[in-house]
């Protein structure tokens, strides 16, 4: 007999009718219903008759289509299926907090019009952004500039707006510095790094006079890097295959090395202490180096086997991701350990499209943002310490590409909202902001989402840090960002006006003695006395006593916010006395 399988193993078998359709000469007999287990090799069909009767047939093997299947399995999963007799026909859910991330682009009027983005032919992302200002590298005529807005700007940006123009050639990198959002370094094609110091409430006329010039490279300069945890350390990158390493406060060149690359350097990125650098250079080498002793500590060779351009990102863990291309100019990501750089950890192949993938990590969720120059997609991934090690979460498709993005810091995310990344997408002519959102149905600060953060407060100067000492960044805590939702219930009893009156001769009472003694009476005598309120109450008191409340509650929430402040201060000093008695007690003892 034929036995024909419909659906995914175990599901119930069809039966063809012909198989039971004529009895044994007696006539049709009509099945009612029918039963295939499989439990081992033989089939167990039980088939029952209309009339209550019950046949049990025993074929000899399984379909070849359903023992392949089975086949497949491993071998530890078909043990347990046969001991168990579970079905493990759907993997597991990964659990993750990321897993349902998704991303929203602005509406238009949030948007920013009109911006001329640069054409230059460069791969860099074009934009940088903290939580004050937002900078985009602009076309301009005899020379390079860059805009920089405050980042709640909307709407049309006119042409005579301000912009910083002090470079005689166009502008290729720009980057906001993480100890003082105010101040942002500038790279250009005219060999030089220019440092700015932007005014608190932005731009009031063009900017061409930069606080500091730095003047080391022979080539363009299209690479910056500020370190992560030491104040005004700043590292540039530039054609004539040279690193360079500079004291921002004295505008000295501490380091430079010049022998590490012997062709033209793609990307370089601090690890989380600020030790060592990772470069991806144009010979398809991953290198890690000591910048303050200027030696290559490992080279990887061949990280992506395709000749486009390359990028890695040192993760917090100290694990490095790349992107590039294959031999077959497929998009790649890939993983390594910085112990053993023989094999990458995990490779995962994109598509086939031409735009250099720009890597955006975020220490604090462990995500991956890929942002193709030319795409219409973000796509975004969550590096775990579990198989296959690179999870790929979802994907944002809009329908018009990227010229560039911008990557805010998690200091500028709005914690209410459970943003966890905002980037600001660059079209042609205008800026558009993404929100990267953890759907969430309370209120409540989300404390699993917003671990302790990179703060403004430097781990270490820049003298601490050329003496050889490293730090990672000090954290502070975004609960001091969070406001609280109005309580509705709350607004309702407040709203409500006071009942006392100077005739009756009754002392004020307390805010919270009011909403006990107003929720006591009766629906009858709550109207009564709304009714009353009006001739006991004149106008002038009704307000004074309303406003009272407010004018308390705008007093705790400012007091709240100074004391999380003042927290926050305290723990970042803490952490910087532990640093300097450890470092007095390697002084005494003799270590340094």
Known sequence: MNVIARGRYPSCFHLPKPAFARGDGAGRIRISSFTVAIHAAPVSIAVHYSSGGVLQLRGGHAPSRLRSRRERLPGRRRGLEKQTGMSFRRGVVRQSKFRHVFAQAWKSEHCIDDVRVSRVTWDGPLCAVNPKFLAVIIEAGGG????????????????????????????????????????????????????WQIPDGGLTAPMTDAILTLEGHSKRVGILAWHPSAYNILLTAGCDNTICVWNVGTGELVYQLSESHPDLIYSVSWNKDGSAVCTVCKDKALRIIDPRRGIVLKVREKVHEGTRPMRAVFLADGKILTTGFSRMSERQLALWDTKDLSEPVVVQEMDTSNGVLLPFYDPDTNMVYLCGKGDCTIRYFEVTDESPYVHFLSLYSSKEPQRGAGFLCKRGVEVNKCEIARFYKLHERKVEPISMTVPR?????????????????????????????????????????????????????????????????????????TATHTSTPTSTTREMDEEAAPQQVTPRETDGNADRPRREDDMLTEL???????????????????????????IEDGDV
Not at 152 to 171: L, M
């Open 144 to 195: 390079g500039a860059f805009l920089v807005v405050p980042i709640s700007k909307s709407g049309r940006i006119d042409q005579s707006c301000p912009t910083v123009c002090g470079h005689a050639a166009p502008v290729l990198d720009i980057q906001w510095c993480p100890h003082d959002d105010n101040i942002i370094a500038s790279a250009s094609e005219d060999c030089t790094v220019k440092v």
């Open 441 to 513: 149905k309370s209120d409540l600060f989300q404390v699993d989402l917003y671990p302790d953060t990179a703060g403004l407060e430097p781990a270490l100067l820049a003298d601490e840090w050329i003496a050889g000492q490293d730090a990672p960044p000090l954290l502070v805590s975004l609960s001091a960002g969070y406001t609280a939702p109005p309580s509705k219930q709350r607004d309702t009893l407040r709203g409500k006006p006071k009942l006392d009156s100077q005739d009756s001769g009754s002392t004020p009472t307390s805010a919270g003695n």
């Open 560 to 586: 709240l916010a100074e004391m999380k402040a003042l927290r926050a201060v305290v723990l970042a000093q803490n952490q910087r006395i532990e640093l300097l008695e450890r470092q007095l007690a390697r």
